[in-house]
């Protein structure tokens, strides 16, 4: 139940960067893991980056693996994804979400989502 709000989308041209924030309404995500995703126009909402709750353990999808890199301040109530070296094929709208188990990949293992923000990459 705990609430997610995403920030830090917009407009970049390709190889540019962005940081996204996941803040949750809570005193800290203590025993949540995180994880991101994407949905492109007409596409399904694909996994991107995981983090566990204590932010020892991290894992990417391969096509931005490399350039996206996920991590957590619980003190700040905040999970960010920094975004590098984007490319069109990343436009999407952007989502959090948290789940109490672990790491995990799949859309159904996460029981809180938020509203999701807009990443545009142009060409």
């Known amino acids: 139940q705990v609430q997610l709000v995403e920030s830090g989308g917009g407009l970049v041209q390709a190889g540019g960067s962005l940081r996204l924030s996941c803040a949750a309404s809570?005193?800290?995500?203590?025993?949540?893991?995180v994880g991101w995703f994407r949905q492109a126009p007409g596409k399904g909402r694909d996994f991107v980056a995981a983090?566990?709750?204590?932010?020892?353990?991290?894992f990417y999808a391969d096509s931005v693996k490399g350039r996206f890199t996920v991590s957590r301040d619980n003190a700040k109530n905040t999970v960010y994804l920094q975004m590098n070296s984007l490319k069109p094929e990343d436009t999407a709208v952007y989502y959090c979400?948290?789940?109490?188990?672990?790491?995990?990949?799949?859309?159904?293992?996460?029981?809180?989502w938020g509203q999701g923000t807009q990443v545009t990459v142009s060409s």
């Open positions: 979400a948290a789940n109490r188990y672990g790491i995990r990949t799949m859309l159904s293992s996460y029981d809180d």
């Open positions: 983090i566990s709750w204590s932010g020892g353990s991290t």
């Open positions: 809570r005193r800290t995500f203590s025993g949540y893991a």
